[in-house]
Every structure is written in structure tokens, then in C-alpha cells.
């Protein structure tokens, strides 16, 4: 298991890069958003450098509010457009996997939407599967976050992973949903998210221990399911102790899980 930390897109990248490299991190989960990391005029070049240099690893991520499933023509082919210039920028610094985030539009009733969301993502597969990255789907709060839910997507796309998201099954939920989705879909596990939260509909981020998520359980789900890859600590804190504790917390509970 190799432990990871995300870049916060409002600060500057090589900066943290150098940061996490020099803390012991094992990989940067790059999220490519404005104004610290945009996609349109981020250096790879740099990127590269900075990365090998700490040899870190990297993973894609992709702003969330991208409008893949919207019923408005030219909004989702400017998503698209985003995401196959994200697409080469991973491409370019090394990343195997980039995740999406599937928001369904309001405005249009969950079967239309679906049907957009997939043609959306079968696209983005097709293209980045050409480049040599993988895109994996992130399960998110409310529309795709159970087995069936996310099963409306992973079942029309056998090359699409899935990206789990452990602070997300807490969410908008009676139950804690990773079992259920490591039961039904462990095999396209290619990627995980932790952090914790307090239930209900805030998405908190909070460092781990802090909130009711029982990661104990959640890890002992993971390692059950014979998921060995990169859990990313999507720690948002302004003091940087904590995602260093949440490191701390991750490791023991993963070796004794």
C-alpha cells in the first residue's frame, strides 16, 4: 500500500511537490484545477523534474464540477475538451490513472442524464485509453455512491475503474457503502480516497480519527478485497501536522487491519 497526498490547487504545486517528497509521501495525487495547477498552462516539464527527484509517483485527479451528463451540447463538449487536455498532461508526467467525477445535472430526471454521463465517459475512455492512462470514476455522494448505483456506469463500460472514495460512502447515506461496493466491485478498485467526516451532507475532509468513520472496519474492507495500490490522504487543513498524523493513523490501522 503506498500512502499519497493531493495538491491544493490554490497554493503553488512544486512547492508541495517538494514538500510531500521531502515528508516521506510515496506519490502526488494532482489535481489539475485553477489557479495553482491548470490544466491549459501547468509546466509538465517542471512536474517531471520535481517528481523524479523525490521519486514520487503520481495519480490523476480532475476538477469535480465538470458537467459530463449536462443536456446542454456545448457545456459537455467543453467538458470533454478539459478532460483530454487533462488527459495528456498525465500522460505526459508519468500518471497511469486519472479519475472523473460523475455529477448528474438537475435539470434532466436520472435515466436521459445517465444515458449523457455514459456517452460522456465512454468518450474520455476511448481517448485516454489511446494515451496509455486509465480513467477510473469517483463514487460520489447521493447520485453514484452504492453498488447499484455506480453499477449504472461501470456495467455499459468494462474499461472504466472505479475510484474509491472512503469519506464519500459516510455521506448522504444510511449506512456506511463500502462494503457493499468492495462486495460488488472490488475488481475495479484501482484507487482510494481517505479522510473522515462527521455523516450526513458535509463533506468535511477532516484528518482521520476526527469524525465517525470507522476506518478500522472500512481498511479491514479493503484489505479483505486484496486492494494493495494507492490510498490518497484527501486531508484539506491549513496546518500540515495533521495530514502528517493522518499518515501516522493510516499506517497503523492498514498494518493491523
Given at each position: 500500500?503506498?500512502?499519497?497526498?493531493?495538491?491544493?490547487?490554490?497554493?503553488?504545486?512544486?512547492?508541495?511537490?517538494?514538500w510531500?517528497?521531502?515528508?516521506?509521501?510515496?506519490?502526488?495525487?494532482?489535481?489539475?484545477?485553477?489557479?495553482?495547477?491548470?490544466?491549459?498552462?501547468?509546466?509538465?516539464?517542471?512536474?517531471?523534474?520535481a517528481?523524479?527527484?523525490?521519486?514520487?509517483?503520481?495519480?490523476?485527479?480532475?476538477?469535480?464540477?465538470?458537467?459530463?451528463?449536462?443536456?446542454i451540447?456545448?457545456?459537455?463538449?467543453?467538458?470533454?475538451?478539459?478532460?483530454?487536455?487533462?488527459?495528456?498532461?498525465?500522460?505526459?508526467?508519468?500518471?497511469?490513472?486519472?479519475?472523473?467525477?460523475?455529477?448528474?445535472?438537475?435539470?434532466?430526471g436520472?435515466?436521459p442524464?445517465?444515458?449523457?454521463?455514459?456517452?460522456?465517459?465512454?468518450?474520455?475512455?476511448?481517448?485516454?485509453?489511446?494515451?496509455?492512462?486509465?480513467?477510473?470514476?469517483?463514487?460520489s455522494?447521493?447520485?453514484?455512491?452504492?453498488a447499484?448505483?455506480?453499477?449504472?456506469?461501470?456495467?455499459?463500460?468494462?474499461?472504466l475503474?472505479?475510484?474509491?472514495?472512503?469519506?464519500?460512502?459516510n455521506?448522504?447515506?444510511?449506512?456506511?457503502?463500502?462494503?457493499e461496493?468492495?462486495?460488488?466491485?472490488?475488481?475495479?478498485?484501482?484507487?482510494?480516497?481517505?479522510?473522515?467526516?462527521?455523516?450526513?451532507?458535509?463533506?468535511?475532509?477532516?484528518?482521520?480519527?476526527?469524525?465517525?468513520?470507522?476506518?478500522?472496519?472500512?481498511?479491514?474492507?479493503?484489505?479483505?478485497?486484496?486492494y494493495?495500490?494507492?490510498?490518497?490522504?484527501?486531508?484539506?487543513?491549513?496546518?500540515?501536522?495533521?495530514?502528517?498524523?493522518?499518515?501516522?493513523?493510516?499506517?497503523?490501522?492498514?498494518?493491523?487491519?
Open positions: 500500500m503506498l500512502i499519497g497526498a493531493m495538491n491544493d490547487p490554490a497554493r503553488d504545486l512544486l512547492e508541495q511537490i517538494h510531500f517528497g521531502n515528508s516521506g509521501f510515496e506519490f502526488l495525487d494532482l489535481t489539475l484545477e485553477p489557479p495553482g495547477a491548470p490544466s491549459w498552462s501547468l509546466d509538465t516539464h517542471l512536474v517531471r523534474e517528481l523524479a527527484q523525490h521519486k514520487l509517483q503520481v495519480v490523476g485527479h480532475t476538477a469535480p464540477y465538470l458537467p459530463l451528463a449536462s443536456p451540447y456545448e457545456l459537455r463538449r467543453a467538458a470533454l475538451s478539459e478532460l483530454r487536455r487533462c488527459v495528456q498532461v498525465f500522460q505526459s508526467v508519468g500518471a497511469r490513472w486519472m479519475n472523473v467525477h460523475p455529477i448528474l445535472t438537475p435539470a434532466r436520472r435515466g442524464a445517465i444515458a449523457k454521463m455514459v456517452e460522456s465517459l465512454r468518450e474520455i475512455v476511448d481517448f485516454a485509453g489511446n494515451c496509455a492512462v486509465g480513467v477510473m470514476v469517483e463514487n455522494p447521493g447520485d453514484f455512491n452504492n447499484q448505483q455506480l453499477a449504472e456506469l461501470l456495467g455499459p463500460l468494462p474499461d475503474g472505479l475510484h474509491l472514495d472512503v469519506g464519500h460512502t455521506l448522504m447515506t444510511p449506512a456506511d457503502t463500502t462494503p461496493i468492495l462486495d460488488a466491485h472490488a475488481p475495479r478498485v484501482k484507487h482510494v480516497h481517505c479522510h473522515d467526516n462527521l455523516g450526513g451532507s458535509f463533506d468535511l475532509h477532516l484528518p482521520l480519527g476526527v469524525g465517525s468513520i470507522d476506518l478500522r472496519q472500512t481498511l479491514r474492507a479493503l484489505k479483505s478485497s486484496r494493495d495500490g494507492t490510498i490518497t490522504l484527501e486531508v484539506f487543513a491549513g496546518d500540515r501536522a495533521y495530514l502528517l498524523y493522518s499518515r501516522e493513523v493510516l499506517r497503523r490501522l492498514w498494518d493491523s487491519a
